[in-house]
């Protein structure tokens, strides 16, 4: 089992959410924020556990969340994954796997959601392939291809966005909207997230507002839904308020 992490939110918005994180990744993003700090980044408070999956899964279920992401560094490396899923499922939550996408082949696809996946969110780093290449040390095609694999399935209770990341000089208004006009060929009611870089690594600097807006309107020409995260000096701004939410990180003992 590659879990080394959770954190969870008994109120976020009125949800609880529990974040599963998998260590190992098989790409070398420039930016990753996991590298700079493994936990939530906006967890205030931290408790312990004896580290093994029939623990973390009791301690889930007192949570009772209504939502369960399994997420980075990339939980598809991980051997137990189906498995993992399979005793989620079990708990009546949501479950939520965010992705590179890169080892979503067709039969895996179809094995997770047979453990009780209910959402992928596949997040495309960049679609020009050689600035993919230099940000992720990887290619961007079994990413492309993922999607059009994902299009493909035939659930009514499966849900499947596209997440990317709006990063200056890597990920561009302009390579937004090329993204969108390649997933519109293929279905335009496919839902598109838009996440502004986050500037904790000092690499690239943070997208303004007008870029985000930007990066939105273009993708809307192509798309029915497309939506996006505040930047994250506005939620710096948002979490000075008595009313933020609060997470917790779980971790290890001793
Ligand atoms: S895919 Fe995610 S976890 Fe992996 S290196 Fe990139 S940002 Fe980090």
Redesign the pocket.
Known sequence: MNIYHMSYTPNFLGERMVKLSFSA?N???IG????KREGDIYADNVEYLEWNLENIIKKIREIKPQRIYLG???PTLDPDLIEIVNKLSKLDAHIVLLT?GSLLRRDYIHELLEAGLREIIVSV?AFDPKKHLYY?GRSNRPVLNAIKELCKVEDPYFRFQVETLLIPEINDPEDIERLAMFISKIDRSVKLFIEPWIPVVNEFREPSKEELIEAVARAMRHLYIVSYHPLYSEILEMRKSRRKAIFIDVLPKG
Do not use: A, D, H, V
């Not at 990753?32 to 590298?35: G, T, V």
């Open positions: 990744c790409f070398r993003c990753c924020l996991r590298k980075g560094y990339e590179n780093k992720t």
